[in-house]
Structures are given as structure tokens and as C-alpha cells.
């Protein structure tokens, strides 16, 4: 993913999609692109998920996309991107959602260091909320990680169910030949490849406000495999939290219990955080860090999205133009 707003189209990269003009580029992966667009009638900003072409030759792949578009149709609540449209029959299948400029976690802690501790407390109340819904729907998000929290404005926002599972145990996607999850953001019984539970989400959201607050992994430093055996050892060897702030310490206890059933729900880490905080953890004006803030006003004004206005991005020759193939 980029990690500082919209970057250019590339000569390779389509200019339309079934109607959606592409403006930019503002993440890639393993699955796919995504593209900054607007909706048709040109009023919304909206992401666009394209799948690349040798996973759309797969049968399995297409079939197991169509789950993960309708997982995350039914999926609706504040931190959450609504899906837009979507496409999972043809060519080159694709997920449309509306676009939030911000900036990733895993980039922020990585330019500007720990934040504050009652930033954290808001980020996981947020993600919290967001994953509160995500579980009402039925769904297991399954891989929630700084690079999946978004820093805007407005609160944090949790992207992408690209390998969320239905709680009932329906698989949506996954990736052929991979472990389906990052190691390092697993929970005890994912890393040691046990039914999954909403559960396993909240002690994923512990391990994410543990670094956010330190910089640190609560587990240490290695490869990811090393810390998932490592998370997977939680029940004889706990992570040490003796360098968290006070105010967090509890949460994070609560959300790295060993055992699922120890956990809190979601919407009770919501509340724990709120308790810590000992204020409206909800209201978010003026909640990120100087430095961090400045950072997502400029992706805002990149992506032409500041003050609430949707502007044509590349109006201002900051990106150029979509060649248009004669």
C-alpha cells in the first residue's frame, strides 16, 4: 500500500472501469490495485479494488471474491468503508468502496514514533466499534494489523475483508499456497491453526494498541513466524506489558488473555478504553498528534478531499492526466 496518499497511474494501469474514470493509484497488494475514482455522477470519492488478471483465471479465486463482496455488503457501521459497487463476473474482478484519505498505522508509527496514550485508547475504541459490527454481520475480519487501520480526521477506519471468514466457518478468501493471516497480528488458537472466534479479532486489535503506544511488538523482534510461535506460547509465556502506560496496561491484559473465552467483545473493549480514558473516547476533533495530523491534511488535499469537498485531483497537475488510448 502507499503509504502518503495518491501516487500517479502508471502506463500499465487501466484508465477505466466500468465507468469509474481512475484518478490515482493509492494501494497494491498481493490480491490486487486499488485506484482512487469517483462515483459516476462525480460527487463521492470512491477506492477501487482491482483483482489481478492470474488470480481472476482461477474459478476458486472468483467464486471465493464473490463471498468476500458479499461479506463485506453486509458488513455496515461507523470505521467502516461501505462498499460502492462491485463487479465479480467479469474479466478482471473488482470491489468498489468509498474512499477516507488518511494515513496507515504501520507508516505513521514508522515516520513519527509511539502515539500518545490517549490517542491509542481512541484508535482501539474506534477499531473496537468498527469490529463490533464487523461481528454483528457474522464475519471474522481475520487480519487486522496497523497496515489495516487507517489515521484520518474522523477517527480510525478498518480496511479490507480481503481474508475475512463467516463466522458459521464459510471461508471467503484466502490465498492459495499461504498462510491465511500475517503471523505477527495472529492470536494463540490462529497460530495454531484452531477454529477461529470473533475473539481472535479482539486479541489481534490488543497486539495493534500494544505497538501503537510503544512502537514495539508486544511479543518481540524476528521474523513473523518466530512471533507467531512465540503468540502461540501465550498461555505458559504472556507478553511482559510493565512498559505500557497504566492507563493502557488493562485493555491490553483483557484483549491478550490466552484463552478466547477470557477476552472481552469487542463492543466491551470499546468500553474498557472508554473507562480508561475516562472520557468520551467517540469524539475525535483535534485526537491525532500535531505531526500526524499535518500528514493526513496533506493526503486529503492530494487526494482533493480537504474540507469535506470532492475535488478532481488531478485538476491542480499534481497527477497527471489519464492518457486516453486512441
Known amino acids: 500500500m ?34 482512487l475514482t469517483r462515483t459516476r455522477d462525480g460527487r463521492h470519492p470512491v477506492a477501487l479494488k482491482l483483482i489481478r488478471r492470474e488470480h481472476a483465471q482461477s474459478e476458486n479465486f472468483r467464486k471465493r471474491f464473490a463471498r468476500e463482496v458479499a461479506a463485506a455488503r453486509r458488513v455496515h457501521g461507523h470505521h467502516l468503508a461501505p462498499v460502492v459497487d462491485h463487479d465479480a463476473e467479469g474479466p478482471q474482478p473488482w470491489l468498489a ?36 459490527a464487523v461481528h454483528t454481520a457474522g464475519v471474522i475480519h481475520r487480519d487486522v494489523k496497523p497496515g489495516n ?9 478498518l480496511l479490507d475483508f480481503g481474508i475475512a471468514r463467516a463466522a458459521d466457518g464459510t471461508s471467503v478468501l484466502t490465498t492459495v499456497g499461504r498462510m491465511v493471516g500475517t503471523p505477527k497480528y495472529m492470536s494463540p488458537e490462529h497460530a495454531l491453526g484452531r477454529p477461529l472466534t470473533p475473539a481472535s479479532d479482539v486479541f489481534t ?6 505497538e501503537a503506544a510503544t512502537g514495539h511488538h508486544p511479543y518481540g523482534e524476528g521474523g513473523g513466524f518466530v512471533v507467531a510461535t512465540r503468540i502461540a506460547g501465550t498461555a505458559h509465556e504472556p507478553p511482559d506489558l510493565s512498559a505500557h502506560p497504566a492507563a493502557l496496561r488493562q485493555v491490553l491484559a483483557a484483549a491478550l488473555a490466552a484463552r478466547p473465552e477470557d ?3 469487542a463492543a466491551e473493549m470499546e468500553q474498557l478504553c472508554g473507562r480508561a480514558a475516562q472520557r468520551d473516547v467517540g469524539r475525535f476533533g483535534g485526537w491525532l498528534p500535531k505531526r500526524v495530523a499535518a500528514a493526513v491534511t496533506g493526503i486529503e488535499r492530494a487526494a482533493g478531499t480537504a474540507g469535506g469537498r470532492v475535488k478532481d485531483p488531478r485538476a491542480s497537475g499534481w497527477l497527471r492526466r489519464p492518457r486516453r488510448d486512441t
Open 2 to 35: 502507499g503509504n502518503r496518499g495518491p501516487q500517479p497511474l502508471r502506463d500499465d494501469d487501466p484508465r477505466e472501469i466500468a465507468g469509474y474514470v481512475l484518478a490515482a493509484r493509492i494501494g497494491e497488494g498481493g490480491m490486487g490495485t486499488v485506484f
Open 97 to 132: 468502496t468509498r474512499y477516507v484519505p488518511g494515513l496507515p498505522l504501520d507508516a505513521a508509527l514508522a515516520e513519527f514514533g509511539p502515539l500518545p496514550v490517549d490517542c491509542v485508547l481512541q484508535l482501539t475504541a474506534g477499531a473496537a466499534q468498527a469490529l463490533h
Open 149 to 157: 487501520l487507517l489515521l484520518t480526521a474522523q477517527g480510525p477506519w
Open 205 to 210: 486489535l490488543g497486539l495493534v494498541a500494544a
Open 263 to 265: 477476552r472481552p467483545s
